[in-house]
């Protein structure tokens, strides 16, 4: 006599980020609340989705490949993403993809940053190391390297600003226009952003200072700063070439200044 044991189906989860809906596909339960708790603010919130993942996690006794280092190539219209907590394989024109992946919210966090960078790519936008905030209806991005302060402007943002992020924030392109988009990827304020979107006003540079003030910047230097924020994953050449003019006509389009502020709640009476 033969034994069958029922199928376990795979919920999709739909995580929405930019206006960009991606489904993820899991068979374990508690995997799935821990997205749900994970992308709070950011799930379910479109009936469909444009991507879509199936998600198997190792098993209990399997350990994680020993290679950590993250690479991102591409075969055959196909694009291979792996880390030491992750192997994924995605085909956009299949609007479909899979991801093995260890039983943390980090693996899936990555692959999905990646994933959207080369989605932006081809649509004139990125992710950037930056804060972001709304305030009167307007989106102003804070860029810098580790330590220029994202968190602290994130942290003295007066009660009518709204928060996207403090980390890594999400420009799309409309039009002539750039979109400021929330994120979930949260840096030390660990607080996930606001599921909105605003038009872009500015981009600053932060520079900590002795005082509040708002600086002009050259093309070339602001272009340079600019790409060295922007988050890029993949050695292809023809999406290098893409994100370089995405930089050129960004800094065309949008007001970028140099902010040299006191780390105290009066920076944002000169942001406007």
């Not at 580790?146 to 994130?154: E, P, R, W």
């Amino acid at each position: 006599m033969t034994t069958t044991f029922p199928t376990i189906a795979r919920e999709a989860l739909s995580i929405e980020i930019g206006g960009m809906a991606i489904a993820l596909r899991t068979h374990d339960p508690s995997f799935r609340r821990l997205i749900e708790n994970r992308y709070e603010g950011f799930v379910g919130t479109s009936p469909s989705s444009q991507f879509e993942f199936d998600i198997d996690l190792y098993e209990p006794s399997e350990s994680a490949p020993a290679d950590d280092e993250l690479e991102v190539t591409i075969e055959a219209g196909e694009w291979l993403l792996k880390r030491g907590d992750f192997r994924a394989r995605w085909n956009p024109d299949a609007s479909h993809g899979q991801i093995r992946q260890s039983c943390t919210p980090y693996a899936i966090d990555c692959v999905l940053r990646i994933v959207h960078t080369l989605i932006l790519a081809r649509q004139g936008g990125f992710l950037v190391h930056a804060a972001s905030a709304i305030r009167n209806g307007k989106a102003f991005l804070f860029s810098g390297v580790s330590g220029a302060g994202k968190t602290t402007i994130s942290r003295l943002a007066p009660p009518d600003a709204t928060l996207l992020t403090d980390e890594i924030s999400y420009v799309r392109r409309e039009g002539d226009r750039y979109m400021a988009c929330g994120t979930p990827f949260a840096g030390e304020l660990a607080r996930v952003g606001e599921n909105q979107t605003a038009p872009l006003s500015a981009l600053f540079l932060l520079e900590k200072g002795l005082q509040n003030s708002i600086e002009p910047i050259g093309p070339t230097e602001a272009i340079q700063r600019l790409l060295r924020n922007i988050l890029f994953f993949a050695d292809d050449p023809e999406l290098v070439k893409l994100v370089f003019q995405s930089a050129c006509e960004f800094a065309s389009l949008v007001p970028i200044h140099r902010l040299v502020f006191v780390p105290d709640q009066r920076v944002w009476d000169v942001i406007r």
